[in-house]
Nanobody, 126 residues
Framework: QVQLVESGGGLVQAGGSLRLSCAASGRTFTTYNMGWFRQAPGKEREFVAG????????KYADSVKGRFTISRDNAKDTVYLQMNSLKPEDTATYYCAATSVQYTVVIVHPSSYDYWGQGTQVTVSS
């Protein structure tokens, strides 16, 4: 089993920055692609950013492109999401996810992810 634990969420003013971390533990050799998703109240969970295992390709939702950066440190079994120029519409619970299949491209569909963290709240005030 794999456990994912997110940290780094909080309250920030519009235009500010936060850095989310997601640490994996357990059978981490079975985790491959990593992704960040978010879910606002009353809305569906949506893809934010992802990184592939092979080649380290990254992909971002259009709404965060140019503002968010995903990175991974395989030696530490940790993935990060640097969020800059935050907007009130970025307010949501952010979830880290990992696949147990080795993909060469970034996976955007949440149903393809096998492991999920408990989520961390990000609130951006106007």
């Amino acid at each position: 089993q794999v456990q994912l634990v997110e940290s780094g969420g909080g309250l920030v003013q519009a235009g500010g920055s936060l850095r989310l971390s997601c640490a994996a533990s357990g059978r981490t050799f079975t985790t491959y692609n990593m992704g960040w998703f978010r879910q606002a109240p009353g809305k569906e969970r949506e893809f934010v950013a992802g990184v592939s295992w092979v080649g380290g390709s990254t992909k971002y939702a259009d709404s965060v492109k140019g503002r968010f950066t995903i990175s991974r440190d395989n030696a530490k079994d940790t993935v990060y999401l640097q969020m800059n120029s935050l907007k009130p519409e970025d307010t949501a619970t952010y979830y880290c996810a990992a696949t147990s299949v080795q993909y060469t491209v970034v996976i955007v569909h949440p149903s393809s992810y096998d492991y999920w963290g408990q989520g961390t709240q990000v609130t951006v005030s106007s």
